[in-house]
């Protein structure tokens, strides 16, 4: 069965830290794999990572995806108390082309 | 278009009765997916349409739960009898048939069962 994990489940850190959160997958006819930070409502988008190996970078937030181990990391450098949120991982494919998402890593960030 | 609608906002609903919610998606996305997701928690897949076809339904849902897309347009999703786990907040998402891109959510919806 396709299947996302996360790590760490959750995650407290101070103002300046840096965190990596870790995303495994295995997803059958895999096509992306998408990071989510998700506050109060709805999961926002932050990156989708296609290509092994090529880092997306947005601000103090950057990924990478490892399609030979299939896994992929999401880096937050100086976090910031905006930044405590549930980050969630998700596979892209299957067999029917679904959204197929791990439980997420809960990142509370301290001031 | 303003994106992914969900109504109601919230629902409170005594055990036993029956709720039903609502999703209306970007004009253009023909696919649709319906999540659950309980307090700390990622989204649960609860099950996901094609246009009207329903292609996907999670093996974890019971009979009570049941969905529909009759036009390939909003969807709805009727929980029947409630019982007090069916308590989360129910999201709706939608993506474009064909495209490889993020889906894109609804508010969701918060059921509360007393």
């Known amino acids: 069965e396709d299947k996302v994990v996360q790590s760490p489940l959750s995650l407290v850190v101070h103002e300046g830290d840096t965190v990596t959160l870790n995303c495994s997958y295995e997803v059958t006819n895999f096509r992306s794999l998408l990071w989510y930070k998700q506050e109060k409502k709805a999961p926002t988008f932050l990156f989708m990572l296609?290509?092994?190996?090529i880092e997306k970078k947005s601000g103090r937030l950057s990924s990478i995806l490892d399609k030979k181990e299939l896994f992929s990391i999401l880096n937050i450098t100086a976090t910031q108390t905006g930044d405590s949120a549930i980050y969630l991982c998700?596979?892209?494919?299957?067999?029917?082309?679904?959204?197929?998402f791990g439980t997420g890593t809960l990142l509370a960030v301290q001031p | 278009d303003t994106g992914v609608s969900q109504n109601p906002r919230h629902k409170i609903t005594k055990r036993g009765q029956n709720v039903t919610f609502r999703c209306d998606p970007i004009?253009?996305?023909?696919?649709l997916y319906w999540y659950r997701q309980t307090l700390g928690q990622g989204p649960e897949f609860l099950t996901y349409?094609?246009?009207?076809?329903?292609?996907?339904k999670s093996r974890l849902l019971s009979d009570r739960f049941s969905a529909e897309r009759p036009k390939g347009s909003f969807s709805t999703l009727e929980i029947q009898r409630t019982e007090q786990g069916d308590s989360a907040m129910y999201l709706c998402?939608?993506?474009?048939?064909?495209?490889?891109?993020?889906?894109?959510f609804g508010q969701g919806t918060r059921l509360t069962v007393v």
């Open positions: 349409f094609q246009n009207e076809a329903q292609l996907e």
């Open positions: 004009s253009e996305h023909n696919r």
């Open positions: 998402a939608s993506s474009p048939r064909g495209q490889n891109t993020e889906a894109f």
């Open positions: 998700e596979g892209y494919g299957g067999a029917t082309n679904k959204l197929i």
């Open positions: 296609t290509s092994s190996g």
